[in-house]
């Protein structure tokens, strides 16, 4: 039952879209799937057609009753279905922005998130976590809570930048708390081959990481439909199926699963 979080610090790199279309992808190979935004921005939970705004309970509440032990709602109690009966979420608002100051002086700070995971780690096939972009607590937090980290990466110079800093993070976070997290891979989005630049981008991080870590075979393309999919409350494979964008995230599911198995 892996836990793989989806992580980068940078914005704008596709990490909730990936987090929405691989559990899609997953739950049309009949696996069931839990969805965790763990981003105050609630983006993941808008691609499932939830408000943020109008959300009574939401991760910052579990937190809260696994930080204080005042038995509040759990995991079950939060857990939102989807339209798509394999897959239920865990939503959040910008309330989740008060858990950095919360967590600065609880003990064992860095593992909450799996305990808040804990109860339910064997009802699902695959728990997915989309992390906010930053290097924060709540981004230490699903790292150590996590099997695997699933990295998405733009095909741009400024975007490969930072993958050392985030692959630093994730090296001390397995030296520290978590000795099994594992990289599932490097998942180039937003690329266009057609453009010489996109094309270095990729083969110089294949180059520079490819012999320790797994990059994706298959890339995402960029696409309009991206933007238009939250607004419709669906991910990509659900609003647009035949588009290039749904077809490389199958792929990149059936990637994951094959090697897997």
């Known amino acids: ?29 009949h ?11 609630g983006s993941l939970s808008v691609n499932f057609g939830i408000n943020p705004d109008n959300l009574r309970l939401t991760t910052y509440d579990v937190l809260r009753t696994v930080m204080l032990k005042n038995g509040g709602p759990s995991i079950e109690q939060i857990a939102l ?24 002086g609880i003990p064992e700070r860095e593992s909450i998130l799996k305990e808040i995971i804990r109860p ?3 009802s699902y096939d695959y728990i997915l976590i989309d992390c ?16 695997k980290v699933l990295i998405p990466l733009q095909a741009d110079f400024l ?30 989005t937003m690329t266009n081959p057609r453009t010489l630049h996109s094309r270095e981008v990729i083969d110089v991080t294949k180059r520079a990481f490819g012999s320790r870590i797994k990059v994706f075979e298959n890339t995402v393309p960029t696409s309009v ?9 669906m991910s990509i494979l659900t ?9 490389a995230y199958r792929l990149l599911t059936e990637e994951v699963l094959n090697e897997k198995s």
């Not at 397995?174 to 990289?183: A, G, P, Q, V, W």
Request: net charge negative.
């Open 159 to 188: 975007a490969m930048k930072g993958l050392a800093l985030l692959l630093h993070t994730i090296i001390e976070v397995k030296e520290k708390l978590n000795h099994d997290l594992e990289i599932l891979g490097i998942l180039f």
């Open 81 to 104: 279905n989807t339209d798509n009966p394999a897959i239920d979420i865990v939503p959040s608002n910008i309330e989740l922005s008060q858990a950095q100051l919360d967590l600065v």
């Open 31 to 41: 696996k069931r799937v839990l969805l965790i935004d763990w981003d105050p921005q």
């Open 1 to 29: 039952m892996p836990v793989v979080c989806i992580a980068n610090q940078k914005g704008g790199v596709g990490k909730t879209t990936t987090a929405a279309a691989f559990a899609q992808g997953l739950a049309e190979h």
């Open 225 to 233: 439909r991206f933007k238009e999919a939250p607004a419709a409350g």
């Open 132 to 147: 906010l972009p930053s290097l924060g607590l709540l981004t230490i937090n699903a790292l150590a809570a996590a099997d």
């Open 239 to 247: 609003y647009a199926p035949t588009s290039d964008g749904a077809i």
């Open 120 to 122: 339910v780690r064997y």
